[in-house]
Every structure is written in C-alpha cells, then in structure tokens.
C-alpha cells in the first residue's frame, strides 16, 4: 500500500546516498544520481561526485541534468525577489520586425504587462482571445509586452499572425540573461502587471480571472474623496451604462 511504499522508498534514498558518498569514484553512483527526480537531492549529490565520473561516459546526461536543476534553483530565487512594489528588471529583447525593445522605455505608461508564453501551452493559447479583447479594452493605456519563450521561430511567428497578437511582440532568447529565469517564471502562462514606474503591480502564474479582475480595478472610476457635485455626477455617469433608463 501506499504507506509501505513510501517507508521503501526512504529506506532506498538513504541507501543510495550513503552509497554515493562512500563511491563518489564509481560510475554506479552517477546512474543513481541521474534516476533522482528530486533537485535537491541531485544538485547535494552531483557536488560528491569524482570529476572522473562527471568526464565520464554519463558525462552529457549529468552535465544537461544538472545545468536544468541550476536554472530551476535560478527560478526560485528570483521569484522570491519579485515581490509587489519591487522594480522589475530591465531586459532588451528583440521584436517581431527585428527591432529592439527595451522595458524601461515604457517608464510613464500607466500600465505595462508582461505576458510570458508560447504556442506549446494550452493555458497561454486557450486565454488568447480574452487578452485580445483586454488589448482593445484598455489600448492606449495599456502596454501590452508578449515575450514567447521555448519555441521555434517560426511557430512564434505564424501564431502571431493567425491570433491577430497585434500588441508588442518580443522573442526570449534562452541564455545568461534569459528573461522568463530574471523574472522567475517556472509557469505558463505568466503574467506581470508593472506600474508607471516600473515596479511591480502583481503577478499572476496561469490563466486567471483575477489578472483581468486587477486590470478592470485599476482602472475603474474612482469615487471623489471630497463631495463636489459636479464629480459625483460624472462618477455616476462613468459607473452606469449609457443606455440604463432610470425612473425619476
């Protein structure tokens, strides 16, 4: 049962590891290593292996392994970091008419988003027509950031066309300064609301109302601290529909 499996499966781990540490030299302890799922226990372990074993025969499996598992540790750490009202990185990336694009030339706009996504997750593509219809909502003052990441040029571009993305589109490039590790992204989609002075708003990890729900908040009529009149009318004016007939 599932309690048993668990107390074999710890009795394994300490097993494997007071294997590893004591045969750092022997090329059984990297087989052991590379069948670990979790990334702590590889990035702890890889650390004990001989460099003999890490030049070895495995040595592609545990170096691509292991560059994985620092790009993830990358992730969490930024993520951390990233809080509301801390200031999002700057970033230059390329556009989709090869222009460079940098984040901090949009300081002033009320609003900018960042939508980190691609055409291989269904959640980015099934929210499409929703940002879409928010693009045209709030056009003008809203700055609306696509920046596609993990996919081949090629589909980046048909899938702009065919969706009608016709906000800026930017293309990540998957290096030292990969932007989606800066922001800490490890979901998709993601999206990050930045405000006029480049601090973050919030960010929303999937595809969730509340980032449409927190766009709409922000730019709802508010109402005047200070009763005059005149604003309380316009206020009235904004909140109900033009064509609502009210008696009396």
Known sequence: NYEQMQVLNKQLNNLNSLYLKAHPDDITSARILLSQDNDTVFYEGYQLLSQEVKDGQLKDSLSNRYNQVLVARRILENECHLSPKAMAPDFTLTDINGQEVRLSS??????????????????????????????NKYCGKVEFIGIDCEDKEDAWRKTVEKEKMIWTQLRNQKNDQDVAVNFGVGTYPTKIIIDEEGRIVKVFKGEVPEFYQTLDSLFAPKLPTVYDKDALLQYVFDKIPQDTVVDG
């Open 106 to 135: 949009f300081r002033g706009k009320q609003a900018v988003v960042l939508d980190f996504w691609g055409t291989w997750c269904y959640w980015c593509m099934k929210g499409m027509p929703e940002m879409r219809k928010y693009y």
